[in-house]
């Protein structure tokens, strides 16, 4: 199928936009919001926000052949000098560009016939992500988002590779306040909906973990009756308010009665998860690399997807067994000197991070286990308890040495895993991981496994790649 066809005009009226110079019929490229990648023939929306406006590089636009830019009523760019080979450019104005970005990404989707997987969780998008589009592209072809783009400018930006007619489109949706994942959803009308968890990421912007899971539950919203949800039957946070979609509902997890149910369940440590699961489309074993049992359930998510989506659960089963980390979610590295690497660097939370430590706390061939974790960021006035907590699981999972990155919070986690009962000489702490990293590495041993999870803040990802590197 040809790609969708976009004119200024077209454009114009997706975004209730009034179109001040330029020709109706000109024929847009791809729409994007950095002068930097903009090639001829794009069209540069001007965005602005806290730090920047757009509007500054609408003539910069131009001079790389941009045939048009939406901006916002007031600026004047219309009497920007052109490419003297290209027309007159468009000049389309609105209110706000922000959201003529997001109505022209919903415009696209409702032109496109694409189905729409839109995945939300607290813990685990990415990956369920990653792992649904490797399942349905067996069979159908998949695009989803672009790197970490999930949020209310992200998530259009991605919606609008729909130009391409592609059959399923898997999108996550990022939020840490409340009405974004709503937004989110208008703008994605997704036909399928994931679910993956409730969990403590983001606390410190919500009063409680019901608050989060009320934000997490705006995923429902808008469904109509022919619309799916697949979710965690596990999680009694999602379950208690699953019951109120519109639609038809699939669990996946342990629980009995759960759809997609996995039962004798077998941790292999570093070497990842296997278990029976129990379909309505028939049984069988499901064995992947990927690390713990929060990837475990990111896994029976997608298989829950691909069944319905007519995959059969031998493919999935085969695809599962080949599926690779996502960069930085849990990616094992095997390097020199018998040292194994999990980089878990991307991001952490109390939860996630407890995970973390006992998958590693399973590995039972490791001459000595080893954790670098950084300070978790976003938990507000429950950072010092759960960091204390987080130094209580630390001490509880075997660790021969203990590295704690970070401020306050992290030298809270250090100081209570001492209170536990680890030995004060197997526990160090760092305020900065670049400062970290050299210090850190040269403590690894041979035969070490070695887990390094943080918030993106703490950077704790320049501890994995100085390990990495001296290791190489």
Request: glycine share 10%; proline share 4%; net charge negative.
């Amino acid at each position: 199928m040809s790609t969708l066809r976009l004119t200024v005009g077209w454009l114009a009226a997706a975004v209730a936009g009034r179109i001040v110079s330029g020709d109706p019929e000109q024929v847009v490229g791809n729409v994007v919001t950095d002068s930097r990648s903009l090639q001829a023939g794009d069209l540069f929306v001007a965005l602005k926000g806290p730090r920047f406006d757009g509007h500054t590089f609408v003539e910069q636009a131009f001079e790389k052949g941009a045939i048009g830019a939406i901006v916002e009523v007031g600026p004047k760019a219309a009497n920007v000098e052109a490419d003297p080979q290209l027309r007159q450019p468009a000049i389309v104005e609105v209110g706000d560009t922000t959201v003529a970005l997001q109505d022209l990404a919903h415009a696209v989707r409702e032109a496109a016939d694409t189905k729409v997987i839109a995945i939300t969780g607290s813990a685990g998008k990415t990956t369920t992500k990653d792992t649904i589009a490797d399942f349905l592209s067996a069979s159908y072809r998949v695009v989803k988002n672009r790197g970490n783009l999930n949020n209310h400018i992200g998530l259009p930006l991605s919606l609008l590779q729909l130009r391409d007619h592609p059959d399923v489109a898997v999108m996550e949706l990022g939020m840490n306040h409340a009405g974004e994942i709503s937004t989110l959803v208008a703008i994605a009308d997704p036909d399928v909906r994931v679910w993956t968890n409730v969990g403590d990421a983001h606390l410190g912007f919500f009063e409680s973990p019901d608050a989060i899971a009320d934000a997490k539950g705006e995923i429902l919203e808008r469904a109509e009756p022919h619309d799916v949800l697949v979710c965690n039957a596990d999680d009694p946070y999602v379950m208690a308010r699953a019951r109120r979609f519109a639609g038809r509902i699939v669990t996946f997890g342990e629980a009995e009665g759960a759809s997609i149910r996995a039962t004798a369940i077998e941790d292999r440590g570093i070497d990842g998860m296997r278990a029976r699961v129990t379909t309505p489309h028939g049984e069988g074993t499901l064995e992947t690399p990927l690390l713990g049992r929060g990837n475990l359930s990111n896994v029976l998510a997608a298989t829950a997807v691909a069944l319905d989506f007519g995959i059969p659960l031998d493919t999935v089963a085969d695809r599962a067994s080949r599926l690779r980390a996502s960069d930085r979610r849990g990616a094992v590295h095997r390097l020199r000197g018998g040292v194994t690497l999990v980089d878990d660097s991307y991001n952490s939370s109390p939860t996630a991070l407890k995970r973390a430590l006992d998958v590693i706390a399973k590995e039972g061939r490791a001459a000595r286990r080893v954790a670098v974790v950084g300070e978790m960021l976003e938990l507000g006035a429950y950072a010092g308890d759960m960091h204390r907590e987080s130094g209580r699981v630390a001490a509880s999972a075997g660790l021969a040495a203990l590295f704690a990155v970070g401020g306050a919070p992290a030298r809270e986690l250090a100081d209570a895993a001492v209170a536990a009962g680890m030995d004060a000489s197997a526990v160090g702490y760092f305020e900065k991981s670049d400062a970290a990293a050299p210090a850190i590495a040269a403590a690894i041993r041979a035969g070490d496994v070695v887990l390094v999870k943080g918030s993106r803040g703490t950077r704790t990802d320049l501890i994995a790649d100085r390990i990495a590197e001296e290791f190489a």
